[in-house]
């Protein structure tokens, strides 16, 4: 049997000063990738948000906060 579909992860992880630098120009990518992907004739209901999450990032051996990282995890459904 030939195989006709291949399942995609695609993580999209941006940094901010703030969380919600962070989570705009994550927003911001995770669009661009999606209107490319959507060009590239895959289908809108092939295209899936996994998770979302935001974490905090430290200045090296402290325990400052130096920022913020946003991560928003795709799942893409290719099909032949």
Known sequence: V???IASLTISV???GKNASDAMK???ESSQKLNSTLRASRIL???IQTSSINIYSTY???SNQID???AL???TIIVRD
């Open 44 to 46: 809108e209901k092939d």
């Open 67 to 69: 920022g913020y990282q």
């Open 2 to 4: 030939k195989p006709d």
């Open 25 to 27: 120009l994550n927003a």
């Open 72 to 74: 928003n995890q795709l």
């Open 13 to 15: 992880v941006t940094k």
């Open 59 to 61: 200045k090296p051996n």
